[in-house]
Every structure is written in structure tokens, then in C-alpha cells.
């Protein structure tokens, strides 16, 4: 059973308690007011992945089309297009469309029928989803060509409390959904970026597992691997928390880094996954009793990877460095809202472009999920005002 607690916005009473019944009905009840939604019930095989794919791309056609725009124009497929149009890349392409077709069918159907019903290219839409992927290939230091289209997050993690901000390029403020969905028998919620698979940010499915993510930059790429999107749709299915950390691990080989904060609320649990190409990851569980963790797109669990680490993560992590080392879910929140340094804030909003934020990012949300008591909490605005805007019970 999955019920939301609170919902702020003129759509949904502040009294409103939503009971859902996991067998007929999608995990939660309310998309967050402001950003739009999709619940859809599918059964299984490729061609139910299939249509739950077209369904999104008919539904959100033009979220599609301008992300697809944006990333040609200034982010990743500005970068990787020219390399697509080589032998090389035409290679690569090949190699990891034959890959991840025959790893993960049912992913690949849903990207398929993404672009058909939005009526775009499915090539764009299957590199902007490996796009990190293809964009390391193509050079192992690509990323200050388009650092502010694919750098996201701030995370802090505290047990059992996870605090995060999901930070996009400026497009993504106005082409980000929210998925409430039934497939294979089980269900998820999570934030969705247009163009791409569920979910590439948050969210949480039937088996009350969840995740955030935490983008990295490891100078390497695995052209066998799979894309990291790929690895997050997949945890979509994971049973408990040695299902998820398998998934995020071994399962298959990663093409690229990332990491993951799993999640699983029936067992009470919270797991740090740092991952690389060729196998490399280091799992960090979390406990009552371990020191706090603050992540900013930079590995600091996996040792001996050269990586990217940005002018915003160095000064992210130096300015939670000089706060005082959270105690209380609401001092997570204090750091994750936190302005001060002008250049490059944890937070980013309008008034910190005004000010001076030159990462070019904003902060969609704030997530804060307590695995002890089962919520999942997003605020609106600055966490540091801890105005909720939708609370569920996980």
C-alpha cells in the first residue's frame, strides 16, 4: 500500500488521504502540482513496453521536441552528432544499440515507441539516452562543451534520512513529467526528464525500493556497457535492497559511472553506490551510526578513477565542508538550500542566476525520504523554508 500524505496546490485538499490498492492501480495517487503527469496500466512483453513508451511520446510530444532541440543546439548531441557521422561513431552506435537491445529488449521498445509517438528519430532519442556514453567515447574530455546540459545534484545522506536536489539545465525546468505506472506486474513513481527512460532522477517503486541519482565523470567508457539510464529503468524492478545493489553493480557492465542512493523502506535500509566502467564500484552502506555523506558529482567512495570533477563540485563540496555537520533532517535541508557561495550555490533557482550562479542549472525539486518512517517528502522552493509540497507514504 502506498499513500500520499499531503499535497500542497488548488488540485488537491491538504486533508486528502489516498488509499491505492497496488493491483489495479499505479503506486501513487497525484503527480506534483505544477509539473505534469502520466499514469498508464500496461501488461508485459516488448509490446506492452512498446506502447507505454508511445503513450509517454504521444502525450509529451513537445517536451520531446525541445529537449531534442535544446540537446542539439547546446548540449549532448551537439557533441556527439558530429562524431555520429564518422565510421567511428557509426560503429560505436551500432555496437551499443545491438547491446542494449539484446541486454534490455523492453527498454529499448519503450525508447522506440517514445519517438513514434512523438514523432521524432529514434537514433536521437537512443543516443541522448546513452549520450554520456557516446560523448566519452568520442573523447574522454568532452564535458566543459556542454557541462551545464548534463551535470546534476546535489545529494546528502544522513540515516535514515536521503536529501536531494535534482538539478537540470534550464530546458529541463519546463520538459520534466511525473510517471505513475504499471508494467510487468509492479508499479513506480518517479520524476521523468523528456526523451528519456523512467527515471534518470528519483523514484520509488511496489516493492517500496527506491533510488536517487548522482551524476559522475569518469574519464572512460565502455562501448559493451550499458547507459546509465538503462541501469535506472532497470532498478525499477528490483525487489529489496541486494536486488537493487546487484543491479547497480554486476548485473551487467556499465558503460559509463554514476551514483546511486538506494533505497528500500521495508527493510529500513539506505546503500551508497559508486559506480565505473569495467566493473570498478565500491557499496557503502549506511547506518545509525555513520558520519554523514554529501555528494556533488564527484566520486569520494571509489578510489584509483580518473575523473571529471567541475568548478560546482569543488565549490559544492568546499561549502558543505564549512557548514556544520547535519544532526536533524532539517539541517540536510539547510545545506541542500544553501546560497552563500554566489558563483556556484548548492541551490540553484532564479535568484541565484540573478546573483550570479554560473552553473547554468536549476534545481527542479528537493526530495528528502526517510526510509525509517516511509516518506517520501518533495518541497517546493527553497528547502531551507521547508514549505512541503507533496508528501507520500512509502
Known amino acids: 500500500m502506498f499513500t500520499m500524505l499531503k499535497s500542497a496546490g488548488a488540485s488537491v485538499s491538504l ?3 489516498l488509499i491505492v490498492s497496488l493491483a489495479t492501480q499505479p503506486v501513487s495517487t497525484q503527480q506534483p502540482n505544477k509539473v505534469p503527469g502520466f499514469k498508464g496500466i500496461y501488461g508485459s512483453g516488448v509490446d506492452e513496453h512498446y506502447k507505454y513508451g508511445r503513450d509517454v511520446g504521444t502525450k509529451f510530444s513537445n517536451h520531446v521536441a525541445k529537449k531534442l532541440e535544446d540537446s542539439q543546439q547546446n548540449g549532448v548531441l551537439s557533441f556527439i552528432n558530429p562524431f555520429l557521422n564518422t565510421k567511428e561513431g557509426q560503429g560505436n552506435f551500432s555496437i551499443m544499440l545491438k547491446t542494449h537491445t539484446k541486454v534490455f529488449p523492453d527498454y529499448v521498445a519503450e525508447l522506440r515507441g517514445l519517438a513514434a509517438g512523438a514523432n521524432v528519430d529514434f537514433s536521437q532519442i537512443f543516443a541522448l539516452n546513452v549520450g554520456e556514453s557516446l ?13 551545464h546540459a548534463i551535470e546534476h545534484c546535489s545529494e546528502y545522506t544522513m540515516w535514515p534520512y536521503n536529501a536531494h536536489n535534482e538539478d537540470g539545465a534550464l530546458i529541463d525546468e519546463n520538459t520534466t513529467h511525473w510517471e505513475d505506472v504499471t508494467i510487468d506486474g ?3 513513481s518517479g520524476l521523468v526528464y523528456g526523451g528519456m527512460l523512467a527515471s534518470g532522477a528519483f523514484a520509488w517503486n511496489s516493492h517500496r525500493v527506491g533510488f536517487t541519482l548522482n551524476w559522475v565523470g569518469p574519464y572512460a567508457a565502455d562501448v559493451n556497457g550499458m547507459g546509465r539510464n538503462f541501469v535506472s529503468r532497470d532498478l ?11 543491479r547497480a553493480t554486476n548485473a551487467h557492465p556499465h558503460a559509463t559511472g554514476h551514483n546511486f542512493q538506494l533505497f528500500s523502506f521495508a527493510e529500513h535500509l539506505i546503500t551508497n553506490v559508486e559506480s565505473a566502467p569495467f566493473g570498478a564500484h565500491v557499496v557503502t552502506p549506511m547506518h545509525d551510526d555513520t558520519a554523514p ?5 564527484a566520486y569520494i567512495h571509489l578510489k584509483n578513477v580518473t575523473q571529471y570533477t567541475s568548478e560546482s563540485s569543488l565549490h559544492r563540496m568546499a561549502r558543505a565542508k564549512q557548514l556544520p555537520t547535519p544532526t536533524t533532517p532539517a539541517d540536510l535541508l539547510t545545506v541542500l538550500g544553501d546560497q552563500f557561495d554566489r558563483k556556484e550555490p548548492i541551490f540553484h533557482d532564479y ?4 546573483a550570479g550562479d554560473a552553473s547554468g542549472m536549476m534545481t527542479i525539486m528537493t526530495m528528502l525520504f526517510d526510509v525509517a518512517n516511509g516518506s517520501a517528502t518533495m ?5 531551507q523554508h521547508q514549505k512541503i509540497h507533496v508528501q507520500w507514504a512509502v
Do not use: C, E, W
Open 15 to 17: 486533508s486528502a488521504v
Open 135 to 147: 560523448s566519452t567515447i568520442a573523447s574522454p574530455y568532452p564535458l566543459q562543451n556542454f557541462r
Open 186 to 188: 509492479a508499479s513506480f
Open 236 to 246: 525499477l524492478k528490483a525487489t529489496n535492497m541486494a536486488d537493487a545493489i546487484h
Open 379 to 383: 518541497y517546493h522552493g527553497n528547502p
Open 351 to 354: 535568484a541565484a542566476l540573478n
Open 293 to 297: 555523506s554529501f555528494h556533488a558529482n
